[in-house]
Nanobody, 128 residues
């Protein structure tokens, strides 16, 4: 069965850090562009960051300089390191895999539609 599994969510105070991981089951992440999206209550799902097959990255303006995405194709994981967290970062975070990315250095950072596989999400809560 093909699936993605996120881990690492939780509750943290403003200014804190969390590290999210995305792992695959039934297929290998190598060869896929991987994206992180988030959805807060009452809001649309928005792109946070993505990493292409060759390691090129994209960050939404709201997380630039605070979040770092990385991939380890040997371990088959993609990690989102989140620092200096703010209350507005509170959301369910999803990782997604795109098998037909248009080029090795491209990933869709804003549009969910190209992604073929999605995880179940992990809750991130930033509150004092």
């Amino acid at each position: 069965q093909v699936q993605l599994v996120e881990s690492g969510g939780g509750s943290v105070q403003p200014g804190g850090s969390l590290r999210l991981s995305c792992a695959s089951s039934g297929f290998t992440l190598a060869g896929y562009a991987i994206g992180w999206f988030r959805q807060a209550p009452g809001k649309e799902r928005e792109g946070v960051s993505c990493v292409s097959r060759d390691g090129s990255t994209y960050y939404a303006d709201s997380v630039k300089d605070r979040f770092t995405i990385s991939r380890d194709d040997v371990k088959g994981t993609v990690t989102l390191q989140m620092n200096s967290l703010k209350p507005e970062d509170t959301a369910v975070y999803y990782c997604a895999a795109d098998r037909d990315s248009r080029s090795d250095n491209y990933c869709s950072g804003t549009r969910p539609s190209p992604y073929d596989y999605w995880g179940q999400g992990t809750q991130v809560t930033v509150s004092s």
